[in-house]
């Protein structure tokens, strides 16, 4: 069970959920689960697993679904253990008591395990290169595309999940708003604004406004506002064409394209500390 239940955690961490984790550390007496029994769940509260049934179940699912509202502050804490007495009559001592006449007690922890960035790079040059090499310092998992493969490729880029080679056209035929939600945020830093404004639309006639990917591109104000215009044109709703970001960055002053990425890796450690990311 606990691997089932470590595998459906990966799985939906691969998704972009958070994920609220339970698990029985300590068990004496008559208790349901034994330890390293675990029950998991996301914020939709679709669960998996279980830690023994009855009402000590129901009162670790509560108390999972009131983590998993603010997964990024539950996680910052560290997440927390408590203690479970099954037996009505342990009401005032330094448990949480069940109505229950198992006699039983257990521990069990309570955490939130985060998911991390996930950037997809749309354009492998200079900008590209270096939010590539942030990504390697922080532990961040980033794809690169590029029509150009001599800027998409395993020597360039020996750490990516994923290299992309193909024409705009065909990149887009082969993604959908759910595969795209494995990413976390779809980046353009491309070389030729044509294929920025192409793949750009393309994107935004896929997803949806508020959730998984965050759009954002690189660029001037003036190059957002011709973008903006071309993406209303091709009758993107306007709430998904504002959903995008750009410029994009914390305002720091950054020139060089080693500045320029730490800015954008700032940007996005701040959405999601300030729990702006999309609810999944």
Not at 29 to 57: C, D, H, Q, R, Y
Not at 86 to 94: P, R, S
Not at 226 to 243: E, G, Q, W, Y
């Amino acid at each position: 069970m606990t691997r089932s239940v470590l595998s459906w955690v990966l799985e939906k961490l691969g998704q972009g959920h958070d994920v609220a984790l339970a698990t029985v550390l300590d068990s004496r007496g008559s208790v349901p689960g034994k330890p390293g029994a675990k029950l998991a769940m996301i914020k939709n509260g679709e669960k998996f697993g279980t830690i023994g049934g009855a009402g000590l179940e129901l009162k670790i699912e509560k108390a999972l679904y009131e983590l998993i509202k603010n997964p990024y502050r539950m996680a910052t804490q560290g997440g927390r253990i408590e203690n479970f007495l099954l037996y009505k009559d342990g009401k005032g001592k330094e448990v949480t008591a069940l109505d229950s006449l198992c006699g039983g007690q257990l521990t069990v922890s309570l955490e939130v395990i985060n998911t991390s960035p996930n950037i997809l790079i749309i354009g492998g040059g200079h900008v590209g290169k270096s939010l590539s090499t942030v990504c390697n310092s922080i532990g961040w998992e980033y794809s690169i595309f590029d029509v150009r493969e001599e800027f998409s490729n395993k020597e360039r880029f020996p750490n990516a999940e994923e290299l992309h080679n193909s024409s705009v056209s065909d990149f887009l035929d082969s993604e959908d708003h759910l595969s795209l939600s494995r990413f976390s945020d779809i980046l353009l830093l491309g070389h030729d604004w044509s294929i920025d404004q192409e793949i750009l639309i393309g994107i935004l006639s896929k997803i949806k406004a508020n959730q998984r990917p965050r759009i954002g591109c690189i660029g001037s104000k003036t190059k957002w506002s011709a973008f903006r215009s071309a993406a209303l044109d091709a009758n993107i709703p306007k709430s998904i064409v504002d959903f995008t970001r750009c410029p994009i960055g914390l305002p720091i002053g950054a020139h060089s394209p080693e500045e320029i990425a730490i800015s954008i890796c700032a940007e996005i450690i701040s959405m999601d500390a300030n729990n702006t990311s999309e609810d999944n």
